[in-house]
């Protein structure tokens, strides 16, 4: 995993883990790898992995079981908000990108047809 400077390590790898949830690797009610394991996967350190799966328990979708390890929440409507959540964050994301490259390119269109997009994504 390669990681940027614009964010705290351990926000990235709790965005991967996220991700893994997300698209099935960890499954609902199932334990994730330990931290060390985690640690030695992603080439951080035990505290980076631990402090990213506290930032998933604080959000739910973590719940820790003393003595037997982390496991991904059962709870489907968690997961589903998440995942919806996510959905809109990236279609956000594209089109605050599209309205900065039509704003760039002096495309009056393009940009009144982004913003037209972005301000449904409000409702």
């Not at 035990?46 to 709870?75: C, M, P, S, Y």
């Not at 919806?84 to 490259?101: G, L």
């Amino acid at each position: 995993m390669e990681f940027s400077s614009n964010q705290p390590i351990y926000l990235q790898v709790a965005t991967w883990l996220e991700q893994q949830i997300m698209a099935g690797t960890y499954q609902a009610g199932r334990k994730i790898p330990g931290v060390r394991d985690l640690a030695v996967t992603l080439i951080v350190s035990t505290r980076t992995v631990q402090n990213a799966i506290n930032q998933l328990v604080e959000n739910g979708l973590v719940v820790t079981k003393r003595g037997q390890g982390n496991f991904v929440t059962e709870d489907p409507t968690k997961i589903s908000i998440i995942r919806a959540d996510k959905k809109i964050d990236i279609t956000k994301q594209y089109i605050d990108n599209v309205i900065h490259v039509a704003q760039i390119s002096e495309i009056p269109e393009l940009v009144a047809h982004a913003i037209a997009k972005y301000e449904e994504t409000q409702l």
